[in-house]
Each structure stands twice: as C-alpha cells, then as structure tokens.
C-alpha cells in the first residue's frame, strides 16, 4: 500500500514571496489534516477535511494561509505571502475516516513532509 | 488552552533497560489518547491508542498507561534496544488532535 505522499519535500523562499505544497493521501481515506511542525515541537493542526469538506481550521491564519482539497483526494496548501516564522516542516496525514475517531481504526499516515525555511 | 507536556529533556537509556516516558496535560479531559514515534527528517508513526475507560495498553515490547485522575499517560518501553532511539509524541484526542512537544530518546548500546 503507498503511503501518504507529499512534494516538494524543501523549499526556499524570501520573506513575502509565495509556496504551495501538494499532499497526495492514502487511497480511500476520507480524512486528510495538514499540520506545521515547528523546530523542537510537536505538530499543530492546521486545517483538517472530511472529503472536500472543511472539518476544522481554527488554527489556520487565514490571512495568508489557504488550502484546498476540490475532488476529496489530492490537497494543496499554499502560503502567501510567507514570514519568517513560517519556517517549518508541513506535515500532510490522512485517515479513513473522521467518524472512526477514538476506535480501534482510527490511525493517521503522516507523510514525510516539506521542509520550508523562509529567508 | 489545552497544555500538554512531556519529558523536558532528552531521555537517555541503557540496552536492555525499560524507557519511561510521560505525558502530562491540562484543563481538558481527552476521549483518547495515542502515542507515536517521529525519526528525523521522517514523519510520525502511530504506535498506540487508549481509551479514557482504558487503564493499560500493551503491544509487544509497548505498554501505555491513562491515569485521567492524574491527567497523566506513561509510556514505557521494555527491553530497549538502539533502534528504539527516536522522538516519542503524545497527542490527545478531543475534537481536534493535539500533539505533545516530544520526548527524545536515546538508547546506548
């Protein structure tokens, strides 16, 4: 079974410029969260989706953070324009199911991330 | 706001010994909670889920403990071997997912 797929895997940018991540998750999983590690910390959740659908994203600065997930698979997230505390590793996961929360099936597949550092 | 803690310094063990890791958390009650392990440059991978009604979960060498009075999860790691060393995480399940800061450890050979 492939896992959570994510690209670019680092990116470089300057301070006000912009970037997108591209998520590709699990094959059949309804449930597809972007988080953002900082340095030295444990992953925050940024925005989570049940198919297309937003479930939460009380964590995301929508000021200058989106993402969108438009056929309920592939999902982009995309900064702009980017601060330099935005340097971080963006962690794509994803799950079956929302509604499967707490059981004994409810496990997220991280992928492997991109690294952004903002200069 | 949810305030969760774990190990504040790197945790380091010899072969062969049990690894005790704690997770600490505050002014909510989770539903449940689950542990993974994080390598670096890789992201995380489940190890287990417990329930609140849950005292103990054990799978092979891993066992958790939910103590809800305590607000408190142990994860313990017997017969540690080098390739356990890695980054642990908790991460408490409420109506979102909230993750712990991670305990580093080191197992010395």
């Known amino acids: 079974e492939a896992g959570v797929a994510q690209s670019p895997r680092y990116k470089i940018i300057e301070k006000r410029q912009s970037v997108a991540f591209w998520c590709n998750p699990i094959?059949?999983?309804?449930?597809l969260y972007w988080y953002q590690q900082i340095l030295g910390q444990g992953p925050k959740l940024l925005i989570q989706?049940?198919?297309?659908?937003?479930?939460?994203d009380s964590q995301l600065p929508k000021d200058r953070f989106s993402a969108e997930r438009l056929k309920g698979v592939d999902s982009t997230l995309k900064i702009q324009p980017a601060k330099l505390e935005d340097s971080a590793v963006y962690l794509c996961?994803?799950?079956?199911?929302?509604?499967?929360?707490?059981?004994?099936?409810?496990?997220?597949?991280f992928g492997p991330g991109t690294r952004l550092t903002v200069l | 706001s949810q305030k969760i803690e774990q190990n504040s310094e790197a945790l380091n063990i010899q072969e062969g010994k049990t690894a005790t890791l704690t997770c600490n958390y505050t002014?909510?009650?989770?539903?449940?909670l689950q542990w993974y392990r994080q390598d670096p440059g890789r992201g995380p991978v489940f190890l287990l889920l417990?329930?609140?009604?849950?005292k103990e979960k054990r799978k092979e060498r891993l066992k958790v403990t939910f103590d809800t009075t305590l607000k408190q999860s142990l994860f313990h790691i017997t017969a540690s071997q080098p390739a356990d060393s890695a980054t642990y995480l908790c991460?408490?399940?409420?109506?979102?997912?909230?993750f712990g800061t991670g305990t580093s450890l080191t197992v010395i050979p």
């Open positions: 996961a994803s799950s079956l199911d929302v509604r499967l929360a707490g059981s004994s099936t409810d496990t997220q597949y």
């Open positions: 094959s059949g999983h309804a449930t």
């Open positions: 989706f049940q198919n297309n659908g937003v479930v939460d």
């Open positions: 002014n909510y009650s989770p539903a449940y």
């Open positions: 417990i329930r609140e009604n849950e």
């Open positions: 991460a408490l399940g409420l109506n979102q997912f909230y």
